[in-house]
Nanobody, 116 residues
Framework: QVHLVESGGGLVQAGGSLKLSCAVS????MGWFRQAPGKEREFVAA????????YYADSVKGRFTISSDNAKNTVYLQMNSLKPQDTAVYYC?????????????WGQGTRVTISS
């Protein structure tokens, strides 16, 4: 069983930064997704643990960075230049690629709210 626990969400003003963390019970390819109120869950960023490749949604490219600390089995999402449209519940998940259906394990989510 894979366990994932997110942390780091909160309320910040537009233009600010947040760093989300996801503690994982092992080493897997990982991704971050988000779901805004009334919208479907969408891909944000992914990390191919074995290949050290990263992938980003166009809406966050250049502002968000996914990274990992192998010693801590933790994956991070550094979010800069935040916009009100980034407001959502952010989920980390173990899987591969940009399609949420390819991710079998999910954290409980952490809420991010960006005020204008």
């Amino acid at each position: 069983q894979v366990h994932l626990v997110e942390s780091g969400g909160g309320l910040v003003q537009a233009g600010g930064s947040l760093k989300l963390s996801c503690a994982v019970s092992g080493r897997y390819a990982m991704g971050w997704f988000r779901q805004a109120p009334g919208k479907e869950r969408e891909f944000v960023a992914a990390f191919d643990w074995a290949g050290d490749r990263t992938y980003y949604a166009d809406s966050v490219k250049g502002r968000f960075t996914i990274s990992s600390d192998n010693a801590k089995n933790t994956v991070y999402l550094q979010m800069n230049s935040l916009k009100p449209q980034d407001t959502a519940v952010y989920y980390c998940a173990a899987g591969l690629g940009t399609n949420a259906q390819r991710y079998a394990y999910w954290g409980q989510g952490t809420r991010v709210t960006i005020s204008s």
